[in-house]
Each structure stands twice: as structure tokens, then as C-alpha cells.
């Protein structure tokens, strides 16, 4: 091939790759298969091998090669890495907004009035390492720490193995083989010279992904995200950072040499359009009260977005607004940031106690000096094993490291070591059970250790405590529990359904009415879906989801009953644990008559009909779209694989556009308009769902 073909080829590769990289790691959208993308990044490869010379410094393949450094680099800001002032409550937010009115021109001091034609921006405020990445002429050139605000670090070797990171911008949208032709938008233009800002994370998925990886190989794991981000920024060889799942998400320009947006939400979609991804959910509005009432919101479901966020960034939209504003200390006025409650706290682990789980796992727990966690006061904590304990090496009168996420129990992320004053002490193994006295067990391939005994009575609470928790037995507290298994009362959750309203009478705290009630509440749990009955019976690793795969497989609790390890684990979504764990429940004489027990006394055992089914049951099931075809365009009531899942059951044919075969069009919201030409165009009949239903289910 002649060298300049060879050339061609290459620079076509790089632009394939690059927009693949874009869909993968940006859009989170690949549309060619690993398979596929190994070969075109093997064949870059070849070509460069063979050609070194035509090797360019923003090819794919040069995201990782650079060798280790000995120290960084001190790199000089264009201009100073600002941080923000910070707001916790609605009263902040508005006390700040009226502060920084005063300093423009023009303003009026009646306290209230929010200047016309005001408007901001809400972004999360992402809890990671602010960058500073350098462009020339579109290629990527220097990326920097924020330092101490003025100096930061040279870590571009390390940026560029970040699969976000566009090694050069805009990145060129390609042609996808199944696009429709449509008009082009033109690449946003490129100043010679933009500094972007922008801040390194780590998603949480990956942040797990990488602390299970750390731990099967014998090496700690990193506290949080954060930590995880900034360990692995800040690494003297690029090879260990390119193995470490790093994400930029970008958010502002810091100098440009040429034309960029007037406002933040246009730097958004400008930082977009050029390739970059940008934070989840940003917000423009133009009411402070809009603006305080979607903060607000966001404090109850942080846990949706899928890194890290501390808090929310309140930005004045229109920037030169917000640098007429100017700067307080190291802070612009015109952005301030709104605090979520902090997630970890420092306390003293006074002493470490032990449950015993409904499997018999003893699971330690730390009793703590209290602390303020967020607006909640942490006394106790879980430190999830013994296991644990010790590879963390978390010793009782250590300080430690509280932490809680969302809705989970607060946990103990390690000891600070700094503190330890040498009087601590090793966290002690129990060798008895602390419920019945029983010895424990532990199994070399487990890191769990266990009560094995059937009868302890702790074991017995854990286990309808959670039969009734997941059978919704309203108003049974696991305190009650305790006591009917006390007073003898019940042994296991079978007996519940065997409960009188004398035996409730008779524990304290019960009066007629609420005795009544329990008796109701617990008859009324008989009829529950097989799902729920199933997921109740507290088998090894089979919750809600795992049930409801079951449920789909197998109509009876019979049938599962007899079903082997091979049967389950042909289920997708079974893996071979949880079959084992299946087959042995079932296998066991006292959960054998567990289940009798509660055939007897009337527990649902079945699958009950859905909607669907049901009428699927009631109608002749196949064949009322046979030799059909249908195209479907536009929105409809389910996602459209489901649509086409149904028509498919019932015979019908999809296709995915319109020809001479084709009977009918179906339609739903904002259809596609070629689609709906063609189909007038041939005579093709226009159906909406509702009609699709009337031909599925004729009456
Ligand atoms: S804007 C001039 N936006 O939070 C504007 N900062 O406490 C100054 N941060 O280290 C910063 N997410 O890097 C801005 N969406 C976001 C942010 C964000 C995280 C960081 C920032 C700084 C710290 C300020």
C-alpha cells in the first residue's frame, strides 16, 4: 500500500476509535461489539508498528506508553482554580444571593427583589479532584491538579489513559451504519487555546469494582471514591493509572483564546458538543425559589446519581454577571455551594458486640461513642465481619472512621491509625455463640463464622423476624417477635398463622384492639403473590429478585420444590450458589415441615395470574396476528422490544421499516414523520396501540 493510502487508513481508524471511545465511555452507548473494537484498534497498531512515523501524539493508541515520572511538574494556572463559598439551608442560599445582588451596578437595596432576567444553573457538586486540561488547537496537550489554586501538578500522562478524556475536540460524530439520513449540525467552533475545568471521579460501580479487585489481591481498599480517584491521579506511573476506572466529568472553561459561551448552561452544552461528558441532572432557572426547591429535592435522592456528590453548585447563568461580581477570598461571589449533611465522622469503638444472623453468621457490630452523622446520632455501626475487623485491623478504643450511605446501616470504614495511642486491643473471635452457647464453626472457603445450631433461639427470631418483615405482617416488631418465641409461643413463622387472641392478650403491650388487628394483619398475609412466600422463606441468597425469576419459572412452590441444581442454574439470573442453596433448603427435614406447616394453614403456594396471562389463559394464545407485519414508530405505552415481544407471541411479524409487505403502522407518541409518509404513501393501514389490542384480543 502506497504510504500515503497507509496514512488515510490510519487517520480513519483513529477517528472510528475515537468515536467509539466517545459512545463507550461518554454516551454510554458502544454500538460495535468489543470484538470489533479490538480489531480496528489491532490494526491501528499494525499500521503504526510498520510506520512509526505516522504515529500522532492524539492517537488512540497513545493513551498509555508514557514511563514512569520521578515527581511531577509544577504547572502554572492561566488563571486561579477558585473554590466556593458554601450554603447548608434555604435561609443561606438567600441571604447569599441578596449579599452578592449588592455588588452590581444598578441595584436597589429593597432586601427581596430578585433582579429581572436573573437566572442560574444547579450542577452537582461532584466529590472528586478538580482538573485543568489544556487544549491547542484541539489536541490535548497538559492536564493539571488544581494545586493550591495558582501551581498544580503536570499529570497529563496520567489524564490521558482516562477514557473520557477526548484526546482531541470536538470529537467528529461518524456515520452509524442504521442512521437515517439527517441534516448535519455543524462542530461547534474551537478556539486556538481553551483550558477546560473539570473533575476527576470515580463512578461507584467502579469504585466497587476496584476495592473487590484490591482485596483479592491481598491490598487494602480505598475508603471512599474520592480517595480511590486521588490515589490513582496522583501516580508516578501512567501504566497503574490507565488500570484504575478514573472518569472527567467537565464543567468550565478557565481561559480561551477566542469566542467561547456568554452562560454556564451554553458552557455545558458547548463542553458537550466537544466531546466532553458533563455532570447528571444540571438545572437552569430563573426563580432563586425554583432554584432552592430543586436543592431541596436533591438532598433525599443523592444516592441517584451514580458518583459521589457532596452537595449542589448554585452558579449565576450569565458569566459576565458572575465575574462582575468578583471574588471574596478564594471564592467568586457569583457561585455558591449548597452543603449536603456530611456522610463520615471520627468516634472512639468502645467495645464490639456480636449478632447472630437468621443463617447463623455471627456478624460483629460496633458500639460507638456517639456521634453526629448527618443530622443522626450513630451509636452503633456494623463491621460486617470478623474477616473484615481483621484485614482492616480495627481495634476496640481506636478512633474510626464512620460512614453512611443513603438508606444503609452506618458501617465502620477503618481506624485511624494516626490516633492510636498503643492501649488498644485486638478485636477477640467468639468461639461460642453468643445466643445458645453453642461452639462456632467457620469454613476454610468462608469468611463467615457460624452457628450451626437449628434451634438457637436468636436464629429462630432472625428468621421469622424476617418472614415477617418481607410478608408485610403489619405491626409485628421484632421485639414482639422475641417475646412470642420467648413465652414459647411460637417456634417458627408457620406458628404465627396458629396465634389466638388470648396468647396476644396475655404479653404486655397488647390490648384488644391492637391484638385484633396483629390477628388480622397476619391472616391477611396468607394471600400473598409466590414471589413474596418464596423470597420469605430465608433461603441463602435468594431475595426479592432472585424470587421473582423463580416465580416466573416455576407456577407452584411444588415444583420448585422438586427442582435439581441443573434446573436452576439453566434459569439466567441463577448462578450455581444460589441453586445449591435452593436444593439443600428443600432437602432439609425442619424447612420440609416448615412448608407444610404453612400449606396447611392456607399460605398461598401458587402463582397467581397477572393481567396479561390471565387474558392470555382466557383467549385462544397464539396466532390471532399470523402473517401480520408490523413496523412500529414513535413512543408507546412500553418500551418498544416489549411491544414487538408481544406482537411476536401472538405471530404478528416486526420490521423495522415500511415496505410493500408491510399491513400495518403502529403508532405512538411524536412518531417518526418518514415512517408515517411512506406508510400514506402505500396505502399501509395507520393503527394506534389500542387498535393493536382490539386485533390481539378480538372481543
Ligand atoms: S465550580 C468558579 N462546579 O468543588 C467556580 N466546582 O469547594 C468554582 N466542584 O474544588 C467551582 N463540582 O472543583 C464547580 N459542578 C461544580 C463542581 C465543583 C465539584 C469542586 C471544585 C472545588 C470545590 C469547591
Not at 85 to 97: F, L
Request: aromatic residues 6%.
Amino acid at each position: 500500500m502506497p504510504v500515503e493510502e497507509i496514512r488515510q487508513r490510519a487517520a480513519d481508524l483513529r477517528q472510528q476509535i475515537r468515536w467509539q471511545d466517545h459512545r463507550y465511555y461518554v454516551l454510554n452507548a458502544p454500538s460495535i461489539s468489543d470484538a470489533e473494537y479490538d480489531r480496528l484498534m489491532d490494526e491501528l497498531r499494525a499500521l503504526e508498528d510498520a510506520h512509526p512515523e505516522l504515529i500522532t501524539p492524539d492517537s488512540p493508541t497513545q493513551r498509555v506508553g508514557a514511563e514512569p515520572a520521578d515527581a511531577f511538574t509544577k504547572v502554572d494556572h492561566p488563571s486561579p482554580i477558585l473554590s466556593l463559598d458554601k450554603a447548608s439551608t434555604p435561609e443561606e442560599i438567600r441571604a447569599w444571593w441578596i449579599r452578592v445582588q449588592k455588588q452590581l451596578p444598578g441595584h436597589t437595596d429593597d432586601g427581596q427583589g430578585y433582579r429581572e432576567g436573573s437566572a442560574w444553573v444547579v450542577e452537582p457538586k461532584l466529590d472528586g479532584l478538580t482538573v485543568v486540561l489544556h487544549y491547542q488547537n484541539g489536541l490535548f496537550v497538559q492536564g493539571a491538579t488544581r494545586g493550591n489554586g495558582y501551581v498544580g501538578e503536570d499529570v497529563t500522562s496520567n489524564l490521558r489513559t482516562v477514557g473520557t478524556l477526548p484526546l482531541r475536540i470536538p470529537v467528529v460524530r461518524r456515520p452509524e451504519p442504521r442512521d437515517h439520513p439527517e441534516p448535519k449540525t455543524p462542530p461547534p467552533s474551537l478556539p486556538e487555546r481553551l483550558v477546560i475545568r473539570g473533575e476527576a471521579i470515580m463512578l461507584i460501580q467502579d469504585f466497587e469494582a476496584l476495592n473487590q479487585q484490591e482485596a483479592a489481591a491481598g491490598r487494602s481498599p480505598f475508603a471512599n471514591p474520592r480517595n480511590a480517584a486521588a490515589g490513582s491521579l496522583r501516580q508516578l506511573d501512567p501504566r497503574v493509572t490507565a488500570g484504575r476506572p478514573l472518569t472527567i466529568l467537565a464543567y468550565g472553561i478557565v481561559a480561551a483564546d477566542g469566542p467561547v459561551p456568554g452562560t454556564q448552561w451554553e458552557t455545558l452544552s458547548y463542553l458537550r458538543a466537544l466531546g466532553f461528558r458533563i455532570p447528571d441532572a444540571v438545572a437552569r432557572f430563573e426563580s432563586l425559589e425554583a432554584v432552592i426547591a430543586h436543592c431541596e429535592s436533591w438532598l433525599v435522592r443523592r444516592d441517584q446519581f451514580p458518583y459521589e456528590v457532596d452537595g449542589l453548585v448554585i452558579k449565576v447563568d450569565d458569566l459576565a454577571v458572575q465575574e462582575a461580581m468578583g471574588i471574596v477570598g478564594r471564592a467568586p461571589r457569583g457561585a455558591v455551594a449548597f452543603k449536603f449533611p456530611g456522610r463520615e465522622a471520627t468516634t472512639r469503638l468502645l467495645d464490639v458486640g456480636v449478632n447472630v444472623g437468621r443463617t447463623g453468621t455471627l456478624v460483629p457490630y460496633a458500639v460507638l461513642e456517639p456521634v453526629d452523622l448527618g443530622g443522626v446520632t450513630i451509636q452503633r455501626a456494623t463491621l460486617h465481619n470478623f474477616e473484615d475487623v481483621r484485614r482492616k485491623d480495627i481495634r476496640v478504643g481506636d478512633r474510626v472512621i464512620v460512614r453512611r450511605a443513603g438508606d444503609v446501616i452506618p458501617y465502620v470504614v477503618g481506624p485511624v491509625i494516626e490516633s492510636r495511642t498503643g492501649h488498644e486491643e485486638i478485636v477477640q473471635i467468639p468461639s461460642t455463640c453468643p445466643s445458645c452457647g453453642e461452639p462456632v464453626t467457620s469454613r476454610a472457603d468462608e469468611v463467615a463464622i457460624t452457628c450451626v445450631n437449628v434451634d438457637c433461639p436468636e436464629q429462630r427470631v432472625q428468621r421469622i423476624d424476617h418472614f415477617v418483615a418481607v410478608m408485610d405482617v403489619d405491626g409485628l416488631g421484632q421485639r414482639t417477635v422475641e417475646r412470642l418465641v420467648e413465652e414459647e409461643l411460637i417456634r417458627h413463622a408457620g406458628d404465627l398463622y396458629a396465634l389466638e387472641l388470648q396468647d396476644l392478650m396475655a404479653l404486655e403491650g397488647f390490648a384488644s384492639t391492637s391484638a385484633n388487628n396483629l390477628i388480622r394483619a397476619i391472616e391477611e398475609s396468607k394471600d400473598r403473590p409466590l414471589a413474596q412466600v418464596i423470597a420469605a422463606l430465608g433461603i441463602p441468597g435468594v431475595g426479592g429478585v432472585v424470587a421473582r425469576t423463580l416465580e416466573r419459572h416455576y407456577t407452584e412452590m411444588a415444583s420448585l420444590r422438586r427442582a435439581t441444581v441443573e434446573d436452576l442454574e439453566s434459569i439466567a439470573g441463577i448462578g450455581p450458589r444460589t441453586a445449591r442453596a435452593v436444593v439443600t433448603w428443600f432437602a432439609q427435614a425442619p424447612n420440609r415441615s416448615f412448608l407444610e406447616k404453612l400449606e396447611r394453614v392456607g399460605v398461598s403456594m401458587c402463582r397467581r395470574l397477572l393481567p396479561e396471562a390471565a387474558m392470555q389463559a382466557a383467549r385462544p394464545q397464539t396466532g390471532s396476528l399470523e402473517g401480520l407485519t408490523f413496523v412500529i414508530t414513535g413512543t408507546l405505552s412500553n418500551p418498544r422490544r416489549e411491544i414487538a415481544a408481544l406482537i411476536e407471541r401472538h405471530d404478528g411479524k416486526v420490521t423495522s421499516s415500511v415496505s410493500n409487505n408491510t399491513d400495518y403502522l403502529l403508532i405512538g407518541e411524536s412518531p417518526g414523520a418518514r415512517k408515517v409518509s411512506q406508510a400514506e404513501a402505500k396505502g399501509t393501514r395507520v393503527i394506534g396501540e389500542e387498535q393493536l389490542h382490539d386485533l390481539i384480543w378480538p372481543n
